[in-house]
């Protein structure tokens, strides 16, 4: 199962209606039910037209467990878990991080730089544009 606050990247059981690669997904809750996530969709209309297309899945929503996503544009969606392949579920545990500081100095740039090495991050580049 997923866990909150990790980033995953999955694919679906049936890419031709729910997309095929989900990638950078942030869980923000797991283990939800049908009702506790309407506001995303019609969690209901969507499990039906699923139903033909993954095996073994129920033809009642309710009996799914939600999980809401937050995507790399910070879009909010909810996919039950019994519509994500399995074997495909990846955590990932490191991401490129992009900061764009608009009208800072060149000056800045060892400003930040010396801050992000003492949090930790040496690994990094900074170069002004």
Not at 23 to 48: P, R
């Amino acid at each position: 199962m997923f866990e909150t606050k990790k980033v995953y990247k999955f694919s679906t059981l049936a890419p031709s209606i729910l997309g095929g690669e989900f990638t950078m997904m942030k869980v923000i809750t797991s283990e939800t039910i049908a009702s506790e996530v309407l506001q995303y969709g019609d969690m209901h209309g969507l499990n039906s037209k699923l139903v033909p297309l993954i095996p073994g899945l129920s033809s009642n929503a309710n009996d799914n467990t939600y999980v809401v996503f937050e995507t790399e544009t910070g879009e909010r969606v909810a996919l039950a878990y019994e519509w994500i392949d399995d074997a495909t579920i990846e955590l990932i545990e490191g991401v490129n991080i992009r900061i764009d500081v608009s009208n800072a100095s060149t000056a800045d740039v060892t400003i930040i730089k010396n801050a992000l090495k003492e949090l930790g991050y040496l690994n990094l580049n900074i170069y002004p544009y």
